[in-house]
Every structure is written in structure tokens, then in C-alpha cells.
């Protein structure tokens, strides 16, 4: 709810989520979408299905990797918006890159994968080409060759990939359509936009803002339905050249479905307030478990 209400606060009506938590799958996709239900943002759903934390096997499956299919299966079959998630090719066999892409075309939706973030995933291509559809979408492309043969649209996470040391993904070199990402550092996408632009201008002198913005926009395509959202801006000239340039600009009021779910910079729907106290309980909570650890 709290990542939800920041991404609301920050003029984000939509997100397109990835999320794993091997000791609570089971049910976890609903209890995301019915806390950005309740703020008020629109969200597409999955959970990353890897064979990385073990367990018994049928076949090339782990069992964590199969909860983790089932959980996207029930979650799609009971009318939830989203998509089949997996984390990266190198933490999942053969037959889980199989079942996810399988079980994806069964509901007709996507599959969200991590791509070639470092090196150690640089051979997805060769395990993924197979399977992709243009519906997927391959989150960093960081190590991918110009030429990878994956279709999909390729999700640039600029932020996360400085972050993490990775390296840089050049975008501009793909023939696939390219939309920007946070990879869950925050739903500021005005700020993602800038660093974007900056870092795309530091690899080439030539780059201009138009680029990062033409991602920017590629995200109503994956989610058209907030293409109607409509948000006031505390800046008037909401242009990439503008904006390349000027930050602090907020949003002053948001409005979802016919819905004002933000006026004057604050949630109609929940108290932030009580939101951020909730977090910030249960961040003691797992700081606490975690000083306990050996």
C-alpha cells in the first residue's frame, strides 16, 4: 500500500508489477492488487517464478518454481490483471521457462522476465527465443547483443541499473519497443525520465530528451486503460525539454476512472499518514528478525 500511495503521490497511476516472496506465494498477488485497489492505482500483477530456493523437483520444476506458477494461474483465472512472472533465465531450468510461457499463451497475457541484467544471464536469449511473444516483456536487456532475436517490449531501468553496477543497456540500439522502468526503486517516472535522458546524453552527445520521453509514453501501451487518467501538474509546461530540466514538479491533483484519488497532493482514499505508520511498524518488525539472524 505504501509503494502504491508514493506512486500516487508522484503522478503514477498504473503499475506493472514483479514480485517474489518464496515464504508467503500462495495468495500474495491478491493481497498487491487489493492495496493499490484500495489507494486507488491501477496494477498488473505476477509473481517471478525461479528454481533458486530449492525444494523437491518434478521433473525440471522446483517446487518453489511450481507454488509460483500456481499462483499466477489462480490469480489470472480469478479475473486478475496481470502477467506470468519469472526471474531471470539463469535461475530457472528449461522446463520452468517452458511452463511459464505455456501457462502465459493459456491465458493470453505476457510473460515479465528479468533479461541479461549481468553477465551471468548474457546466454538467455538462446534459452528464451523460442518461447517470447511480442506481449513479453524483458526487463533490462543490460547484456544483450543488438541483435538478440527476443521479441517483446524491452523495460530500461536506468536507476537500478547504475545502482547495481551493471552497466549501461543503450536502448537506443534495439529494434524492440522500449518503455522505462523503476525495477521497484520508487514510481517517480518524471525523475526516471530525467536520469534516463542524462545517462542516455552522458553515452551519446548527440541524444536529446525526445528519446526518454518516446519510452516514457511507450508505458500506456503496455497499460492503455491509464492513458485516461488525467493529472494537474504543478508546472505548466509539460514538454521533454522542459522537464529534462526542471525538477520538483508534483502533482496536484489525480484522477482514476472518473475517481479524484489525489487533490491538493494528498489521498482522497487513504490516510498517509496511518499508511507510512503501518510501514514503518513493520519495518522494525523485519529489522528485528534480521539482527536476530546468525
Known sequence: MLGALEALESGCTALI??????????????????????????????????????????????EGARRGLDENDRFLAGGGQGMVGMHAAFTSSDDTIAAAAELAIRHGVGVHVHVAEGPADADAPERLRQHSKPDWLLVHGVHLADDHGLAGTIVHNPRSNMNNAVGYARPSRFANPVALGTDGIGAAML???RLAYVRHRED????????????????????????NDT??????????WSLAFTT?????????????????????RVDAGEVRARAAEQARRLFARLEEMP
Open 17 to 62: 508489477d514483479h514480485h517474489e516472496s518464496p515464504e508467503a506465494i500462495e495468495g500474495s498477488l491478491s493481497v498487491i492488487a487489493d492495496a493499490c485497489a484500495e489507494v486507488g492505482v491501477r496494477a498488473s500483477c505476477a509473481y517471478g517464478v525461479t528454481d533458486r530456493h530449492g525444494g523437491g523437483r518434478a521433473g525440471g520444476i522446483s
Open 231 to 240: 493529472i494537474t501538474w504543478s508546472y505548466d509546461q509539460m514538454d521533454p
Open 204 to 227: 551519446d552527445v548527440s541524444a536529446s530528451p525526445d528519446d526518454a520521453w518516446r519510452w516514457l509514453g511507450t508505458g500506456w501501451e503496455l497499460m492503455p486503460e491509464a492513458g
Open 248 to 268: 520538483g514538479v508534483r502533482p496536484l491533483e489525480v484522477v482514476v476512472d472518473g475517481e479524484v484519488v489525489l487533490r491538493d497532493g494528498v489521498s482522497t
Open 191 to 193: 525523475d526516471e525520465f
